[in-house]
């Protein structure tokens, strides 16, 4: 039987369109197509408005290579000039005919999208030009791009952009890719034209791309799926005729499931990979596996790529005995779709009543170890993909499916049918089915992976609507095999380390007092009062993002994958942590937690986060010797200058603070053992992990994401002492963060409080930047990157906690 299908379901006759009319469409569907908001707008927002800030910073003056770049300009023919207004002219006609058609074809809906955004555009530009030039622009000849003046950012970009942008997304591909194209070309035509300077013209389409995503936040945007009536002509093109057609009940991300019936009465899936359909688009897969990588994710990216790998993993199954869909077809259409046909096998187990037994649990556990046999995982085993074909049970949908020997790939199948049966037949009941398939072993193997981020979606609402507690489960079928399942850590609140770190905690203080002693505070506050205030902002922006790239450099140290979003959240949950509760043993138990809920086990944890400081070290490290060894002259710190005497007094406690711990480590036999012992396992747990990195994607993530957060912690520093009127190099940033970095590592004062700011103080007093703009501009940077991340931290931590990764 056929899945569930809308209503009203109607023949359609068959028939193919002459050829031309397979490519003047020049929208994607139909007017009354669903909408809905992304993930993908709101990112786009923020980094427009973030590239929107910085650039505004550089915009007056313009930087030294702007300024030769628009003098070799200046120099091109004069001859020329036609040929750059004419690429200008392109996107504006481009956008001028767009708004015309959206007009005739009554697209009302689509009509406001585009002009709304073209008019958040124009008045975003206008703010933007009055805050970053200081004076509002002549909107008539910045429109037209005329006149002998570059413009910020030019009206002739941000406006047509933001019309063509907010338009795309009901437009075919081809009408996309000319968009783009339009405005890529449109930047460099005024630029040659000496319009605008680049930073100009790319501030020009960063509003337009703002405007345009502001407005899809508002209305929502086109999802993109073809109407049954071009899945019936797409059908016909590659040869099968289909009758019946109607929308699946189920709608995966990514592809357009359409039931419908072959001419022999025989229910057909088909599954629609759209070139016009937002999800199928390239960032939007890359985007969605790697911060959901949800169960069931795409394995590769690109239409026909995903379609191909289904339809050879489906294949693969049928030819090895298991029971799945057929599949009649999978091929491209003249149009640009891809289409994959099954000839269904049965209906799924949810939509059969009465059909979970015992005996269908033991079924269901044979079913899959003939699949793994096979050395095909599937990744999707539950009621939705599990099926009832004359009383046998098959498998379907392996779009997320793969080859693989990695002995993980098979335990996530396996913990999802436990916890499939464990729904339907209670715990009991399911725990003893499994023990029985699988034996002491292999369900002991299996408990790690009983986690939540191994589930798909269907099983995570079912979990939530019969409130099936995981850990029960866990709990029951580690008793069932004489096994104690893993407890987090015990936080406790005093102890005598916790004593250490407050005592610490009050050294640092007392340190940081001795430095601002001799500020004049009330300089101090004229100083923080009289910064540029949306630089401040951009600069706390800044400060924000090496959270990101410390994300991906867990993902690098990782052996196995895992989602960008929970290791995102991890990290703003960490700077909670570390400020909430002054333990590593606290923080060490969170992550061991973490990994855990993701089926790691505790000695992998341990290593991805030995391996994740190391690959910090090495990249500060490498920034050290690159800036001193490489770029000395660039530095133009006057080492010869006097620093004021509370530096001095920091920088005497810290030597003498250094060497007592030296003294009391070598006479204190017992703490002597401790060092030398941590140490040994510190270096041997290093050595492990370094041994098993072996793919270069993993070292590139974890070198590349660590050296980015160096830059990123610098850059921000930099524009804080931008925003109180000073300068310092972008090489003198990096090299005081690292410095400092080092130094507060190596004293045990949570957090470097006190040691990091007397320190990058220091180095800012050195670099010539007055004491107290200095000690201000640290003040900022601080608060920004140490002290208000746990606010949002403690939230992501809860956030964590409800959705079962701690």
């Known amino acids: 039987m056929p899945a569930a299908v809308v209503p009203a379901m109607t023949a359609v006759e068959w028939h193919v369109p002459p050829p031309a009319l397979r490519y003047a469409r020049v929208f994607a569907n139909r007017g009354d197509e ?32 702007e300024r030769a770049f628009m003098g070799f300009v200046g120099a091109l023919p004069s001859s020329l000039w036609p040929v750059w207004q004419i690429l200008v002219g392109l996107l504006s006609l481009f956008a001028l005919v767009l708004v015309v058609i959206v007009a005739v074809r009554q697209r009302w809906a689509v009509l406001r999208d585009i002009v709304l955004a073209g008019l958040l555009a ?12 200081g004076s509002w622009p002549a909107v008539w000849d910045s429109m037209r791009a005329a006149g002998d003046q570059p413009y910020f950012p030019p009206l002739s970009i941000a406006v047509p952009s933001a019309i063509t942008i ?20 449109a930047c460099v035509g005024v630029v040659l034209k000496g319009a605008a300077t680049p930073s100009g013209a790319l501030a020009g389409a960063l509003v337009g791309a703002a405007a345009a995503a502001v407005v899809h936040l508002l209305f929502g945007s086109s999802v993109g799926r073809p109407s049954l009536k071009d899945v019936d002509l797409a059908l016909a093109g590659v040869g099968v005729r289909a009758r019946l057609l109607g929308i699946a009940e189920r709608q995966p991300a990514g592809v357009f499931n359409v039931d419908a019936v072959d001419e022999a009465g025989q229910p057909l899936l088909v599954k629609v990979y759209g070139r016009d359909a937002h999800d199928t688009q390239l960032l939007t897969t890359i985007w969605h596996t790697l911060w959901y990588r949800e169960a069931g994710s795409p394995t590769s990216f690109g239409r026909l790529q995903q379609a191909e790998h289904e339809a050879f993993l489906t294949l693969l199954a049928e030819q090895s005995g298991i029971p799945t869909e057929t599949v009649v077809t999978a091929r491209g259409t003249p149009t640009g779709d891809v289409l994959l046909v099954l000839r269904q096998l049965g209906p799924t187990v949810r939509e059969t009543s009465g059909v979970w037994s015992a005996d269908t649990a033991r079924a269901c556990w044979t079913l899959l170890a003939d699949l793994h046999r096979n050395a095909i995982a599937h990744g999707q085993v539950d009621d939705e993909h599990i099926v009832v074909d004359n009383g046998r049970l098959g498998l379907i949908d392996f779009r997320g499916a793969v080859l693989s020997v990695r002995p993980e790939r098979f335990r996530t199948d396996k913990a ?20 029985e398939a699988l034996g002491d072993d292999g ?25 099936l ?31 250490v770190q407050i005592g610490l905690l009050a050294f640092a203080f007392w340190a940081l007092a001795s430095v601002v002693a001799d500020l004049d505070f009330a300089t101090v506050a004229s100083a923080i009062r009289n910064a540029t205030w949306w630089l401040v902002v951009v600069a706390a922006l800044v400060a924000q993002a090496p959270r990101v ?27 909670y942590i570390a400020l909430a509760i002054p333990a590593s043993a606290a923080r060490v138990a969170v992550n061991i937690r973490f990994f855990q809920r993701h089926g790691l086990p505790t000695g992998t944890a341990l290593g991805i986060g030995v391996l994740d400081s190391l690959g910090q070290f090495s990249a500060q490290l490498l920034l050290l010797l690159g800036i001193l060894v490489f770029t000395p002259l660039s530095l133009s710190l006057d080492l010869s200058s006097a620093a004021p005497s509370g530096l001095w007094k920091l920088l005497v406690i810290m030597l003498i603070a250094a060497v007592v711990s030296v003294v009391l480590l070598l006479a204190v036999p017992k703490w002597r053992r401790f060092l030398f012992g941590w140490t040994k396992r510190l270096l041997t747990d290093a050595v492990a992990a370094v041994r098993g990195l072996q793919s270069p994607r993993r070292l590139t993530m974890l070198l590349g994401a660590n050296l980015a957060s160096e830059v990123l912690f610098a850059l921000s520093l930099q524009l804080f002492v931008l925003a109180l009127g000073y300068h310092v190099g972008l090489a003198e940033a990096i090299l005081m963060n690292v410095s400092v970095s080092l130094l507060s590592g190596v004293l045990p004062i949570p ?16 670099a010539g930047v007055p004491e107290e703009a200095a000690f201000a501009a640290v003040l900022l940077y601080r608060m920004a990157s140490f002290y208000l991340p746990p606010v949002w931290g403690f939230f992501a931590l809860r956030w964590l906690e409800r959705n079962k990764h701690l």
Request: with cysteine; glycine share 12%.
């Open 416 to 435: 999802q049918l436990l916890i499939s049966t464990a729904l339907a037949l209670g715990i009991p009941d399911a725990v003893g089915v499994a023990h």
């Open 122 to 133: 124009l008045g975003g530009a206008m703010v933007l030009a009055r805050v970053g030039v």
């Open 751 to 766: 957090g470097g409080i006190g040691v990091v700011e007397g320190g990058l103080t220091y180095g800012l007093v050195l």
């Open 166 to 185: 907010a338009g795309s997304p009901y437009l075919t591909r081809p009408g996309r890719r000319l968009g783009r194209w339009l405005v890529l070309l």
């Open 469 to 499: 507690d995981l850990d029960d489960l866990r709990d029951q079928a580690a008793d069932r095999v004489g096994l104690s399942a893993p407890e987090l850590l015990r936080m406790r609140r005093v102890t005598a380390g916790s004593l």
């Open 549 to 575: 790239t410390n994300a991906i450099s867990v993902l690098g140290a990782s052996p196995t994958p895992l989602p960008l979003g929970p290791v995102y959240a991890l990290q703003l949950a960490a700077s």
């Open 34 to 65: 669903p909408r809905s908001r992304r993930a993908s707008d709101v990112i786009l927002v923020v980094v427009a408005l973030f590239g929107l800030c910085l650039l505004g910073a550089l915009a007056e003056p313009p930087p030294a290579v």
């Open 443 to 467: 369900l002991a193997d299996v408990l790690p992976l009983v986690q939540l981020p191994a589930l798909t979606g269907r099983l995570r609402r079912q979990l939530r609507e019969q409130d």
